[in-house]
Each structure stands twice: as structure tokens, then as C-alpha cells.
């Protein structure tokens, strides 16, 4: 027996449906990367001292070593080093921290700057391993100009500071990623 459609609708009804379907999936589905593409623009242009962090890890240059490595928690993953009046003097992240745990390669030629780097002890300050010209960003930069700066230099962690080198804040790479899901979703 051959199915014969109501003869209200003709016979390739459910098709036009389908396409109906479909065709409001792929509109919506425009809409939204229309949508995405509207806030990775508008992400660029977030100011940084938005995003960054506020609290983060200070040491002294005249602090014992150990004394950072203390403080270094999961969650904290670089320390600025700073005078009293808070400006920038140098940047340490657990990375740089672990490099002064590896031995020299067996073939190095072993100079008097390589020789004191693997001479760190107890009595070793965080300015005896601090990095003193870091990669910072300024606190009137937008978030465009951040990323570019940690693409281009591979740099996870950007001190944020003023004219005067105050620091005000710590962006990570995760402070911006969190924002881009926040927006994304």
C-alpha cells in the first residue's frame, strides 16, 4: 500500500521542513560566531588594569631565597621583586626558580657567570636569581597590545606598571583566558 500525504500538504513537506530546520540552525549558528567575533574584538580592547591582578606575590631583592620559595603556592607562579615604595626591580617565576636546580651540561664551557649561577645556597637572595629588565606592560594598555606582547616574547606573566615603574597589578595568561570564556559563553 503507497502512503499518500494528507491533501493538504503536498508531498515533499517534510522536506521543506528539514530545510526550514536547517536553514534556522545555520542562521543561528552565524549569529553566534558573529557574536564571538564581536567579543574577541572587544576583548583587545579591555583595558589591562581590568583584568589583572591586584593581589599578587612581593619580595624584596635583600629576602632570602628560601623565604620565596615558602611562598611560592600553586596558585602563585611568579613574585615581583620591588623597593619600599613598590616599584619594579625585577621579576622571578617558579621557572626561573627551577632553572638554578639543573646541572651544567656536560660539554658547557664553564665561564665565571655560569660558575656563580650554580653556586646558589641558603644564604642566597632572590636578587641573586631575579630577572632585572622583565617584560612589563603599561596600566593604560589595552588587552590587544598584552597579547600581542606575550605571543611575540613568550612571556606567561606581565608585571603592570606606570610611568614611574609602580607596580599596580600581575596579568597572566589565565586572567585572560578566564575573561574570554566569560564572554564567550
Avoid: C, W
Avoid at 558573529?34 to 612581593?58: A, C, G, Q, W
Avoid at 631565597?65 to 617565576?93: N, P, Y
Wanted: zero cysteines.
Amino acid at each position: 500500500m503507497e502512503y499518500l500525504p494528507p491533501p493538504n500538504k503536498p508531498k515533499n513537506a517534510k522536506h521543506k521542513k528539514m530545510s526550514i530546520i536547517t536553514g534556522k540552525k545555520r542562521h543561528l549558528m552565524l549569529q553566534r560566531k558573529e557574536e564571538l567575533s564581536h567579543n574577541i574584538r572587544y576583548i583587545s580592547k579591555v583595558p589591562v588594569k581590568i583584568v589583572m591582578d591586584k593581589d599578587f606575590l612581593t619580595v624584596h631583592p635583600q629576602d632570602p631565597l628560601t623565604h620565596l620559595i615558602r611562598k611560592f603556592t600553586s596558585e602563585e607562579t611568579s613574585a615581583i621583586v620591588v623597593d619600599d615604595e613598590g616599584r619594579l626591580l625585577g621579576f622571578i617565576t617558579m621557572k626561573d626558580l627551577l632553572q638554578f636546580f639543573t646541572t651544567p651540561k656536560r660539554y658547557s664551557v664553564v665561564g665565571l657567570g655560569l660558575l656563580k649561577k650554580y653556586t646558589i645556597t641558603r644564604a642566597s637572595m632572590v636578587e641573586d636569581i631575579m630577572v632585572t629588565k622583565p617584560i612589563t606592560i603599561h596600566i593604560e594598555d589595552n588587552l590587544g597590545h598584552a597579547i600581542k606582547l606575550m605571543i611575540e616574547t613568550g612571556k606567561h606573566h606581565l608585571p603592570v606598571i606606570d610611568d614611574e615603574k609602580k607596580v599596580h597589578g600581575l596579568l597572566e595568561v589565565n586572567d585572560i583566558i578566564r575573561l574570554i570564556r566569560i564572554v564567550t559563553l
